[in-house]
């Protein structure tokens, strides 16, 4: 599946940034285009595969290339009142090549937060592929501003997106390790479930094609309808044979490297389930989820239709869903079976209800939060800048 990435405020840069490299490393071809926009020129600057013209600051009359310093309301306006820049750079983009737009930002600061939802509405109301979003959760740790722009963001952005793919920060981070800590790997998490299953579909060229391939029709068909969507993951180590591809398992052939072909069932059906029992980007509860999609990538003789079927039916048992799909993604040289479960229309989710409680909370409380916001504002316009405005 192609997609268009935006990358909205720091945390949506360096996710998109992150992409891109694992395009270049596993020749996925997911990112067709890549645009990054921040109010922060540092951020911008920090990037290092989305090209350069690509990099789109915004609200420099207003916050001097600073950031907003995570007043949301604030990211907001501006990405209104640049709308013109950002559509410059997307105007830059085949639009006719791609499948759907993919818009990422953190939810809890403020350029990404105000301005995602903004972005996801212009591009709905101009285009008429698809329009996702994947929004990152803050850490619990972080304060109350964040959780309170993460509360508000995610009802608007939700609202905006044809669907929203949600990563909670909160639920990846190691015990007794902030969440800045480990956002490198906590990324590279992101974009190896999303890389799998986006990647599914895009056979390249002298690739072998799948048994039952996942195309992007079916990725398309499993968001669709909207609400939130939560993505679980699990890979097993095989051995790579440098035959045994596609047509053994069509031919039954005996050789050595054909593998027993109840183990590969065996393999699929239980990586299904820990995928979607195991750690979910979004943690819930799966009855109750309204589509679903299993994905199952690796070496071709390591993929069977019937363990695929026997994991899509268990997930139906498992979400009361009628809308399960499945399918294979062969990858030639992985040395690894690996499984994606995305489960969309997710609504037991313990997550979102906090977030909620705390924006009702937060009503209270109001001011304390905007001073804490306006504070950090201020520290950031304060910054000596002459070192930034020389190097950017
Ligand atoms: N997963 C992940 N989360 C990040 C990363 N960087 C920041 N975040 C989270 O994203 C949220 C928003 O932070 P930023 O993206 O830095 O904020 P911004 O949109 O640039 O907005 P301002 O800095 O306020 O102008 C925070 O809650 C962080 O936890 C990252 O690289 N990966």
């Known amino acids: 599946m192609k997609l268009a990435m935006i990358g909205f405020g720091q945390a949506g840069g360096k996710i998109v940034d992150r992409f891109l490299q694992y395009d270049a490393e596993t020749n996925s071809n997911i990112v067709r285009a890549a645009v990054a926009v921040n109010s922060a020129k540092a951020d911008l600057m920090g990037l290092e595969r989305i090209p350069e013209e690509q990099r789109i600051l915004i609200g420099q009359s207003r916050v001097k290339g600073h950031g907003v310093g995570a007043d949301n309301e604030l990211g907001a306006e501006i990405a209104e009142e640049d709308i013109d820049e950002i559509q410059s750079a997307i105007d830059s983009i085949p639009v006719h090549e ?9 939810l809890g600061g403020g350029t990404g937060s105000g301005g995602a939802p903004v972005i996801a509405k212009h591009l709905k109301r101009i285009y008429t592929e698809p329009v996702y979003g994947l929004g990152v959760l803050p850490g619990s740790d972080e304060g109350g501003i ?82 939130v969507s939560t993505i679980g993951f699990a890979e097993e180590e095989v051995e790579v044979s440098s035959s045994g591809g596609l047509l053994s398992r069509f031919t039954g052939d005996d050789s050595t490297d054909e593998l027993d072909t109840a183990n590969t069932t065996n393999r699929i059906t239980s990586l299904v389930r820990k995928a979607a029992l195991g750690r979910l980007t979004l943690p819930c509860e799966i009855d109750g989820a309204e589509r679903a999609l299993v994905v199952l990538a690796g070496p071709p003789n390591y993929l069977n239709r019937k363990g695929i079927e026997r994991g899509r039916k268990w997930l139906e048992e498992q979400t009361g869903s009628m809308e399960v799909r499945g399918g294979d993604y062969p990858t030639k040289a992985t040395g690894r079976v690996s499984s994606v479960v995305l489960l969309s229309g997710v609504t037991n989710v313990p997550r979102i209800k906090e977030l909620q409680q705390v924006a009702i909370e937060a009503q209270d409380n109001i001011d304390e939060i905007q001073q ?17 405005e020389s190097l950017f």
């Open 372 to 388: 804490e916001s306006d504070d950090n504002l201020e520290d950031l316009v304060n910054d000596d800048s002459d070192e930034l």
């Open 146 to 227: 964040y959780t309170l722009n993460a509360a508000r963001s995610f009802q608007t952005f939700v609202r905006e997106v044809d669907n929203l793919l949600v990563f909670d920060n909160d639920a990846w981070r190691k015990t007794g390790e902030s969440v800045q800590g480990g956002y490198a790997e906590i990324n590279s998490e992101i974009v190896r479930r999303f890389g799998v299953l986006f990647g599914a579909g895009e056979v390249g060229e002298g690739d072998e094609v799948a048994e039952s391939v996942v195309d992007s029709s079916e990725i398309i068909n499993t968001l669709s309808g909207g609400g």
């Open 98 to 106: 791609v499948d759907a737009f993919l818009v990422v930002a953190g």
